[in-house]
């Protein structure tokens, strides 16, 4: 029986041992020493982490919480230093491995599964059923009940025992439906899955964060100076908008963080999968992965054992679901090695929605575009550089939703505050940004269906504006608009609608226009050219070139059609 696509396997990082010691400082940095035989030993590391010490077995076997890819270790022999660099000249070979390791699994795949992984993975489809009040129903219920049969569970035990009292009663959100429809939504309501990934999740944050996460939400206060540091540099960010089937963006670029302690990073990494995570669209739809290192020339470390262990734990643990993962890189040495250990360490699950990118800056942009990811708001530029504009804009807001304030003090829950707008929503916001938003791109496929709408008056322009209002209205859409502290508002006012898009009318018509008149304007010109080239080609120039006037008569022009036939 093929293996459930969405069901989290073991991982092979558990296989490896690292006794990497100097990853503590003041900052939480890592110190890359510049002496040859670091690199060296960085060298000797890759090498072991690329050899060939895993047998797979494919045949799955099926348990009572997964189905899970067996492995097995065997001739593990110590491995001399001549050995270690004798394999560093088969590096692509391992490349091929991985590649063949990848093939080998979807294969494995009923083809109604790899297909439908292939579709969410381009954004065609989601494999999110239809919600409805009974199924939120029946899968809370079904929760509660999987939660109560775990004999295990000190995180979720602690919890409980904090949501009882009076001091913690307010802010515990354990039992709320909201934190608990994020692990049904993300394993499909599998009721099973989603409490053995909730469970995780509370230890997770018991072992990043301490145990005031399970009285309360964790927030930007909760960041020491160093870490807020990281937060700040860029290495993990999300896009301001969605792709074009509706799925958050987030990003880990540049040298994705490397260079930080790994408990650190993981703490900022880890906030930014919560946060993705308060949207309920993004809960259905899932949320798409993007690694882009860049060209950068700093940092050049293998992840050590400990930061592998985190980033596995964090991935099977997050309160969403990964739709799909890709690995955008230049074609070298290193960056081929980092790709095999990353596939290497991701378990089966989110292998089957990895997608690794070899290029350079154009020829990767082109490539996302098809997947559907607004290349221009990725955070990186050609040269490497980390953009922050958005980040700084984000972090303000999340910290005027967190405390609940306004900087001029008014309180944040009398005003309407979105931070992502949704994907049918409708945005105004000057500039040309706002046209790969999908719920602009419907928007103006409505003005165009309606462009030939007698509209000289203006009741017959109000006609046609509360038209479309109640269009976007039946699919869910919101009409909203930019506020410069940073963040979307809904509007409310129906006037305000209907002169804003009496204004998208008319600029669609005058834009209809121009065109009309550009196309006539370049066909007059191809006109003209042509006419052009048939004189410059003609032997109108050589005739009566003597000086003599002749003038065709009838008779001439009978006798030579008489001799033509």
Same mark, same amino acid.
């Given at each position: 029986?093929?293996?459930?696509?969405?069901?989290?396997?073991?991982?092979?990082?558990?296989?490896?041992?690292?006794?990497?010691?100097?990853?503590?400082?003041?900052?939480?940095?890592?110190?890359?020493?510049?002496?040859?035989?670091?690199?060296?030993?960085?060298?000797?590391?890759?090498?072991?982490?690329?050899?060939?010490?895993?047998?797979?077995?494919?045949?799955?076997?099926?348990?009572?919480?997964?189905?899970?890819?067996?492995?097995?270790?065997?001739?593990?022999?110590?491995?001399?230093?001549?050995?270690?660099?004798?394999?560093?000249?088969?590096?692509?070979?391992?490349?091929?491995?991985?590649?063949?390791?990848?093939?080998?699994?979807?294969?494995?795949?009923?083809?109604?599964?790899?297909?439908?992984?292939?579709?969410?993975?381009?954004?065609?489809?989601?494999?999110?059923?239809?919600?409805?009040?009974?199924?939120?129903?029946?899968?809370?219920?079904?929760?509660?009940?999987?939660?109560?049969?775990?004999?295990?569970?000190?995180?979720?035990?602690?919890?409980?025992?904090?949501?009882?009292?009076?001091?913690?009663?307010?802010?515990?959100?354990?039992?709320?439906?909201?934190?608990?429809?994020?692990?049904?939504?993300?394993?499909?309501?599998?009721?099973?899955?989603?409490?053995?990934?909730?469970?995780?999740?509370?230890?997770?944050?018991?072992?990043?964060?301490?145990?005031?996460?399970?009285?309360?939400?964790?927030?930007?206060?909760?960041?020491?100076?160093?870490?807020?540091?990281?937060?700040?540099?860029?290495?993990?960010?999300?896009?301001?908008?969605?792709?074009?089937?509706?799925?958050?963006?987030?990003?880990?670029?540049?040298?994705?963080?490397?260079?930080?302690?790994?408990?650190?990073?993981?703490?900022?990494?880890?906030?930014?999968?919560?946060?993705?995570?308060?949207?309920?669209?993004?809960?259905?739809? $899932?949320?798409?992965? @993007?690694?882009? &290192? #860049?060209?950068?020339?700093?940092?050049?470390? !293998?992840?050590?054992?400990? %930061? *592998?262990?985190?980033?596995?734990?964090?991935?099977?643990?997050?309160?969403?679901?990964?739709?799909?993962?890709?690995?955008?890189?230049?074609?070298?040495?290193?960056?081929?090695?980092?790709?095999?250990?990353?596939?290497?360490?991701?378990?089966?699950?989110?292998?089957?929605?990895?997608?690794?990118?070899?290029?350079?800056?154009?020829?990767?942009?082109?490539?996302?575009?098809?997947?559907?990811?607004?290349?221009?708001?990725?955070?990186?530029?050609?040269?490497?550089?980390?953009?922050?504009?958005?980040?700084?804009?984000?972090?303000?807001?999340?910290?005027?939703?967190?405390?609940?304030?306004?900087?001029?003090?008014?309180?944040?829950?009398?005003?309407?505050?979105?931070?992502?707008?949704?994907?049918?929503?409708?945005?105004?916001?000057? $500039?040309?940004?706002? @046209?790969?938003? &999908? #719920?602009?791109?419907?928007?103006?496929?409505? !003005?165009?269906?309606?462009? %030939? *709408?007698?509209?000289?008056?203006?009741?017959?322009?109000?006609?046609?504006?509360?038209?479309?209002?109640?269009?976007?209205?039946?699919?869910?859409?919101?009409?909203?608009?930019?506020?410069?502290?940073?963040?979307?508002?809904?509007?409310?006012?129906?006037?305000?609608?209907?002169?804003?898009?009496?204004?998208?009318?008319?600029?669609?018509?005058?834009?209809?226009?121009?065109?009309?008149?550009?196309?006539?304007?370049?066909?007059?010109?191809?006109?003209?050219?042509?006419?052009?080239?048939?004189?410059?080609?003609?032997?109108?120039?050589?005739?009566?070139?003597?000086?003599?006037?002749?003038?065709?008569?009838?008779?001439?022009?009978?006798?030579?059609?008489?001799?033509?036939?």
């Amino acid at each position: 029986m093929p293996p459930n696509p969405l069901q989290p396997a073991s991982s092979l990082y558990d296989l490896e041992n690292s006794d990497d010691s100097d990853d503590s400082h003041s900052l939480g940095l890592t110190r890359a020493p510049s002496s040859p035989n670091y690199w060296k030993s960085m060298r000797m590391k890759a090498c072991i982490l690329t050899t060939p010490l895993v047998e797979f077995n494919f045949n799955h076997h099926s348990t009572s919480q997964s189905n899970s890819l067996n492995c097995s270790i065997h001739n593990v022999q110590p491995t001399t230093k001549s050995s270690l660099f004798a394999d560093s000249t088969k590096l692509p070979n391992r490349g091929l491995e991985v590649d063949d390791m990848l093939s080998k699994e979807m294969l494995d795949l009923s083809f109604s599964d790899r297909n439908a992984i292939s579709e969410e993975i381009h954004g065609v489809c989601c494999l999110a059923p239809r919600e409805t009040p009974q199924l939120l129903s029946l899968g809370l219920v079904e929760l509660q009940r999987e939660l109560d049969a775990m004999a295990y569970k000190p995180a979720y035990d602690k919890a409980q025992a904090y949501a009882q009292l009076p001091k913690y009663a307010k802010t515990s959100y354990v039992n709320t439906p909201e934190f608990r429809l994020k692990f049904l939504r993300c394993e499909l309501f599998d009721a099973r899955k989603a409490a053995l990934r909730l469970t995780k999740f509370l230890e997770l944050m018991v072992e990043l964060y301490g145990l005031f996460a399970l009285q309360r939400k964790v927030q930007l206060s909760d960041f020491s100076k160093n870490e807020m540091k990281i937060l700040r540099a860029g290495y993990f960010q999300t896009l301001p908008f969605r792709d074009r089937s509706g799925r958050r963006i987030m990003c880990i670029v540049s040298t994705m963080g490397i260079q930080y302690d790994p408990m650190l990073r993981s703490k900022a990494y880890f906030y930014f999968w919560m946060t993705a995570a308060e949207d309920v669209e993004s809960q259905q739809k $899932g949320v798409v992965f @993007l690694v882009w &290192p #860049g060209p950068t020339e700093g940092v050049r470390n !293998i992840p050590n054992q400990t %930061d *592998r262990t985190l980033h596995m734990k964090c991935n099977e643990a997050s309160p969403i679901r990964l739709a799909a993962v890709h690995f955008c890189y230049p074609n070298t040495p290193f960056f081929q090695l980092l790709r095999s250990i990353m596939a290497m360490t991701l378990s089966m699950t989110y292998r089957l929605r990895l997608k690794f990118h070899v290029g350079e800056g154009v020829e990767l942009h082109y490539i996302l575009k098809g997947y559907g990811i607004p290349i221009d708001l990725i955070p990186i530029t050609d040269s490497g550089n980390v953009k922050t504009t958005y980040l700084k804009q984000w972090l303000r807001l999340r910290k005027i939703m967190e405390v609940g304030f306004l900087p001029s003090g008014v309180e944040a829950h009398n005003i309407s505050i979105i931070e992502c707008p949704r994907s049918n929503d409708v945005i105004f916001r000057p $500039g040309t940004s706002m @046209l790969c938003h &999908p #719920g602009n791109v419907f928007f103006r496929g409505l !003005i165009e269906a309606k462009q %030939d *709408r007698i509209t000289v008056k203006r009741v017959e322009k109000q006609e046609v504006a509360l038209e479309i209002i109640h269009e976007v209205g039946q699919t869910g859409g919101r009409f909203l608009m930019w506020d410069n502290g940073g963040w979307w508002s809904e509007m409310d006012d129906i006037a305000v609608i209907i002169d804003k898009i009496v204004i998208s009318y008319r600029d669609f018509k005058t834009k209809v226009k121009l065109l009309f008149q550009q196309n006539k304007h370049k066909q007059q010109q191809g006109r003209q050219r042509q006419k052009e080239q048939e004189l410059d080609c003609s032997t109108f120039a050589f005739v009566q070139q003597d000086g003599k006037k002749r003038k065709r008569s009838h008779a001439a022009v009978c006798n030579q059609t008489q001799i033509c036939i």
